[in-house]
């Protein structure tokens, strides 16, 4: 990955009033003073960056699935777009929610955990074929609605596409790793 920083930050002095505001706002809704990742870009784009951060506070912070499932779909979404920053951020928050370090080593890989409990496994196969095959079957369906409902079913869904939108966002701008981060992650080939 070429390590230009496409969409860096901005300086204070050179934002708008729109951006200002945009940033006042997420400091507050995060309660943090750390502005960083897709934000950064997003700021070029003050109202998307807004209406983004608040479904994103919704997903991460408030949806209807345990942290842990949650987590493990943030992490799969990661890796399904090789986005180092969120796999830095998400792999110490996933073993925090209490999943396994080899089912986190073995997304890290590319590969399916060989034990996975079985909501993980729901969860894992629900985000994988959404993913990859850009809908989902009957069968995993069907467990999933059986494990989390509608509600959660569609959490899910959130989560997928919202960490999908910051992944794109990060890959596009070429967002930089803080330096206590590390490339774990290796590129997939190439699709034909």
Do not use: K
Request: overall charge negative; hydrophobic content about 45%.
């Amino acid at each position: 990955m070429n390590a230009t920083d496409r969409m860096p930050p901005i300086a204070d002095a050179d934002m708008t009033a729109e951006q200002r505001q945009a940033v006042a706002d997420y400091a507050a809704t995060r309660n943090t003073t750390v502005f960083e990742g897709p934000f950064v870009p997003l700021l070029r784009s003050p109202e998307l960056l807004d209406r983004v951060q608040r479904v994103g506070e919704y997903l991460r912070y408030r949806n209807a699935l345990p942290r842990r499932l949650s987590e493990l779909a943030i992490l799969t979404t990661a890796r399904h777009w090789s986005q180092q920053f969120e796999w830095n951020i998400h792999a110490v928050d996933a073993a925090t929610a209490g999943l396994a370090p080899d089912v986190i080593d073995a997304i890290a890989e590319g590969r399916r955990p060989e034990a996975l409990a079985d909501d993980e496994a729901v969860v894992y196969d629900f985000s994988l074929e959404l993913l990859h095959n850009r809908s989902v079957s009957d069968p995993t369906y069907d467990r999933a609605i059986a494990l989390a409902g509608e509600q959660g079913v569609i959490d899910l869904v959130g989560i997928l596409g919202y960490y999908s939108l910051l992944a794109m966002v990060m890959n596009t701008a070429r967002t930089p790793l803080r330096d206590d981060m590390t490339m774990r992650l290796e590129p997939f080939p190439a699709p034909c």
